[in-house]
């Protein structure tokens, strides 16, 4: 899926290092319920071992390049499609754009290539995401794209010995774009 600035692909052995990286990042676990960390093998098996078949492994990851003349392709995140339910056509979405390249509108672009796959490739009837309601940035790009809150549960995330509330957020296919 290529746009304007980004590319999303498939991952691939050289990406373990930077997968490796996001996925022990210890400020970021929250944000998927990790509570140990992978080792190096673990990413690499994951890698390797991935048939990036949808609809055998209902899930999918998919690596953010950004175009870069200067020096090629950069990777500067990860966009994923979780819990695929192919007959209730629905998945939910995760995006993390490395700290480097946030605030840059890369976080919009790979979004709105992922909706574009979700609803004209796979079909999807919709698409949801789970956000911690102190997490106004991915609140701002979910609702910019389109996604209305549906739902809202309390003290649902312990963190730092403190409970957090998450919003549910979906999208359903002919609310895009206004249609």
């Avoid at 080792?39 to 055998?56: G, H, K, M, P, W």
């Avoid at 339910?85 to 672009?109: C, N, S, V």
């Amino acid at each position: 899926m290529i746009g304007p600035n980004l590319l999303l692909r498939a991952p691939e052995p050289s990406d373990v290092d930077v997968i490796f990286r996001w996925e022990n990042d210890t400020r970021i676990w929250h944000l998927s319920n990790t509570i140990t960390p992978f080792s190096r093998f673990a990413i690499e098996q994951f890698v390797l071992n991935t048939s990036n078949d949808i609809y055998e492994t209902k899930q999918l990851r998919l690596m953010v390049d950004l175009h870069s003349s200067a020096s090629g392709m950069i990777t500067i995140g990860s966009i994923d499609l979780f819990d695929f339910d192919p007959f209730h056509k629905r998945a939910g979405i995760g995006i993390l754009i490395d700290e480097a390249y946030r605030k840059k509108g890369f976080a919009t672009e790979a979004l709105q290539l992922l909706l574009d796959y979700c609803f004209n490739t796979l079909r999807l009837h919709q698409v949801f995401c789970n956000i911690e309601k102190t997490n106004l940035d991915s609140i701002h790009l979910f609702t910019k794209a389109g996604f209305l809150q549906c739902g809202h549960k309390k003290d649902w995330l312990l963190r730092d010995g403190m409970w957090s509330d998450e919003l549910m957020f979906q999208l359903v296919r002919g609310m895009v774009n206004g249609e």
